[in-house]
C-alpha cells in the first residue's frame, strides 16, 4: 500500500498568511495526488486535483504543486473560512489511501 | 445540483449486520464509478471501496474484505454496502462518494461530491 505522510500534523496561522501544507507518498504516484478541506461535522470538499488543477468553484488562493513523491498544497492568503482540516489522498493505485491529516488553527 | 444522502446507519452489536444505502440525484448515475470512504470518531478518512460504473470492477479495503459487500443498482440510482461480521473497529461516519471520472489511474478517480454520512456504531 502507498502511505501518505502530511506535515504538518497541525498549524496555527493567522488571515492573511500564507500557508504551505506538504504531503509525501512512500513511492512514485505520478501527479495522482488530490487535496481535501473538511470543516468540523461537513463532508469533505476536493480542492485540488491531480495536484495542480484547481476543481471548479475553488478559490484561486489555493494552488498545489508536485509530482512523484513530494506535493505541496498552499494558501496565498488565509480567510477565516479556511480554518479545517486539509486531507491528500492518492488516486495512482489501489487502496486509495489519505494522509493523517494537517489542522489548520486560527493563531 | 449533485446530491447524496446516506441511510441505513444505526447502533448495532458486534457481529451484527447493517445495509448502508445511498440515494443520488442530480446526474447520471450509471456514467459514475462510486465509493464508501469512512471516518472513525476523531480520526482520518479511510477508503472502504469502490464500484465501477457498471459494477464491472469492486475493490474492498483489506480492513472489510471479506465482510463487507458494495453494490449498485443503476436503475434505482442507488448505492450499497452491506455491512456483515461488524467490529467496533468499524465504527465510523460513512460517506457515499461521487468519483470525478476525470483525471483517473486505474479506475481511481479524485472524489468530488460526497454525501453528508451516516453514523455507524458497533458496541455491546
Known amino acids: 500500500d502507498i502511505q501518505m505522510t502530511q506535515s504538518p500534523s497541525s498549524l496555527s496561522a493567522s488571515v492573511g498568511d500564507r500557508v504551505t501544507i506538504t504531503c509525501r507518498a512512500s513511492q512514485t504516484i505520478s501527479n495522482y495526488l488530490n487535496w481535501y478541506q473538511q470543516k468540523p461535522g461537513k463532508a469533505p470538499k476536493l480542492l485540488i486535483y491531480?495536484?495542480?488543477s484547481l476543481q471548479s468553484g475553488v478559490p484561486s488562493r489555493f494552488s498545489g504543486s508536485g509530482s512523484g513523491t513530494d506535493f505541496t498544497l498552499t494558501i496565498s492568503s488565509l480567510q477565516s473560512e479556511d480554518f479545517a482540516t486539509y486531507y491528500c489522498q492518492q488516486s495512482y493505485s489501489n487502496p486509495i489511501t489519505f494522509g493523517q491529516g494537517t489542522r489548520l488553527e486560527i493563531k | 445540483e449533485v446530491h447524496l444522502v446516506e441511510s441505513g446507519g444505526g447502533l448495532v452489536k458486534p457481529g451484527g449486520s447493517l445495509r448502508l444505502s445511498c440515494a443520488a440525484s442530480g446526474f447520471t448515475f450509471s456514467d459514475f464509478g462510486m465509493n464508501w470512504v469512512r471516518q472513525a470518531p476523531g480520526k482520518g478518512l479511510e477508503w472502504v471501496s469502490s464500484?465501477?460504473?457498471?459494477?464491472?470492477?469492486?475493490y474492498y479495503a483489506d480492513s472489510v474484505k471479506g465482510r463487507f459487500t458494495i453494490s449498485r443498482d443503476n436503475a434505482k440510482n442507488s448505492l450499497y454496502l452491506q455491512m456483515n461480521s461488524l467490529r467496533v473497529e468499524d465504527t465510523a461516519v460513512y460517506y457515499c462518494?461521487?468519483?470525478?471520472?476525470?483525471?483517473?489511474?486505474?479506475?481511481?478517480?479524485?472524489?468530488?461530491?460526497w454525501g453528508q454520512g451516516t453514523l455507524v456504531t458497533v458496541s455491546a
Open positions: 491531480a495536484a495542480s
Open positions: 462518494a461521487r468519483l470525478s471520472g476525470k483525471y483517473c489511474s486505474g479506475g481511481n478517480c479524485p472524489i468530488d461530491y
Open positions: 464500484i465501477s460504473s457498471s459494477s464491472t470492477y469492486i
